[in-house]
């Protein structure tokens, strides 16, 4: 089991580019990395996942180092409506296929003007 | 394309009640199911998960149960509510190892 430490909290401002770093020092060879974003009383939304060096896409950047137990989330130029709970998830694989999905504490990000 | 119901979406239930929360997915087969709940301010608390038909795997000892009387449907019970019950209640299901998971749109419950 992959257990995940996130920091509780993070602070930004508008504009600012925001880096929310997740350790996973137990992760195993065949898992992905996964992040999650998290508004009040909705589902978590699929942000992005990535296995090693780096990952892009329209909403987020994943680096990964080569010993991946550590991954980072990074949020170039953050708006009001980023403030939200970010995940980051491990392995945990299923006899039969999938992810048990255990979900971390998270990240609380608040943006500010 | 894939969707997947949650409801009701609020619920109000006296202490000693029953419950039960369903969730069906559409548009995929052989889904992983997943019930989560989480309590004001905290994270997301795995309760019950499945890998397919009748296959029901519990991660907290509790006052709830889990069932998956067809493919795509995951019903979440309880026979008597306890206070400690109140949360905010979530469905997701995933296609598979390693890909996105969704999520419903949540159930919030009320024990009173």
């Known amino acids: 089991l992959a257990k995940t430490t996130q920091p509780i909290s993070m602070d930004s401002y508008e504009g600012q580019e925001v880096n929310i770093t997740c350790s996973h020092n137990n992760i195993a060879t065949n898992d992905y990395i996964t992040w999650y974003q998290q508004f009040p009383s909705q589902g978590p939304r699929f942000i992005i996942q990535g296995y090693k060096t780096k990952v892009t896409n329209e909403v987020a950047s994943l680096f990964i180092p080569a010993d991946r137990k550590s991954s980072t989330l990074s949020l170039p130029r953050v708006s009001l409506s980023d403030t939200a709970v970010y995940y980051c998830?491990?392995?945990?694989?299923?006899?039969?296929?999938?992810?048990?999905?255990?979900f971390g504490t998270g990240t609380q990000l608040k943006v500010e003007l | 394309s894939q969707t997947i119901h949650q409801w009701p979406a609020t619920l109000v239930q006296p202490v000693g009640s029953p419950l039960s929360l369903e969730c069906t997915v559409e548009g995929t087969s052989n889904p992983n199911l997943y019930w989560y709940r989480q309590a004001a301010g905290r994270g997301l608390q795995l309760l019950f998960y499945?890998?397919?038909?009748?296959?029901i795997s519990s991660e907290v000892p509790q006052n709830l149960s889990a069932s998956r009387p067809q493919d795509r449907q995951f019903i979440l019970s309880s026979k008597k509510l306890l206070l400690s019950d109140s949360g905010f209640y979530l469905c997701?299901?995933?296609?598979?190892?390693?890909?996105?998971?969704?999520f419903g749109q949540g159930t919030r419950l009320t024990v009173v």
């Open positions: 997701a299901w995933t296609g598979g190892r390693n890909t996105e998971a969704f």
């Open positions: 998830l491990v392995g945990d694989r299923l006899t039969g296929g999938g992810n048990k999905l255990t």
């Open positions: 499945s890998v397919g038909i009748g296959q």
